[in-house]
């Protein structure tokens, strides 16, 4: 969870930074929250969350 939209889309920026991808096709699909999922290098999942 980070604090704002704008940590949420730096934070997506820095993951593509190193070669991570980003889809924000879910960014809205949980209500009250923007999001995205990315994968690190082990295949977890990872979601991260910001209030909309």
Do not use: K, Q
């Amino acid at each position: 969870m980070v604090d704002s939209s704008d940590e949420l889309t730096a934070m997506a920026g820095r993951i593509e930074s190193v070669g991570g991808e980003v889809p924000w096709a879910e960014r809205t699909s949980f209500e009250g929250y923007l999001r995205f999922h990315a994968r690190d290098p082990f295949g977890n999942r990872l979601e991260v969350l910001a209030l909309a």
